[in-house]
């Protein structure tokens, strides 16, 4: 594994997105979330700082940045130093892939 980047799942298990890494990688396999704007299904793909995440959880969405990989799971308040919310509302944090 690259330094500095962790499977999706991990690391949503590890920022507290889901509460098992099973369902971490069901969440994935299921079309719920988003790397930069596209859609993914492979819980093993590798995410790092920078990387923004949309996660479409059973009763919320969040639109996050990855400013960190995790090395435990940990409280609450150690999970949210994994990531900043960015909100729904910045359309200019995830640049469009269009083709031609």
């Known amino acids: 594994m690259r330094e500095g980047r962790q499977r999706l799942d991990k690391w949503l298990w590890f920022a507290r997105f889901a509460r098992t890494r099973t ?3 069901k ?13 993914t299904e492979a819980p093993a793909r590798l995410v790092g700082a920078g990387d923004v995440l ?3 959880a059973q009763h919320v969405t969040a ?3 990855v400013l960190a990989a995790g090395e435990r799971r940990g409280p609450a308040p150690e999970a949210r130093l994994l ?14 892939r269009t083709s031609g």
């Open 23 to 25: 369902l971490a990688a």
């Open 63 to 65: 639109v996050v940045r």
């Open 27 to 39: 969440l994935v396999t299921q079309g719920a979330v988003r790397v930069n704007g596209v859609r």
């Open 54 to 56: 949309t996660i479409a």
């Open 83 to 96: 990531y900043e919310d960015v909100g729904r509302d910045d359309a200019a944090l995830v640049t469009s």
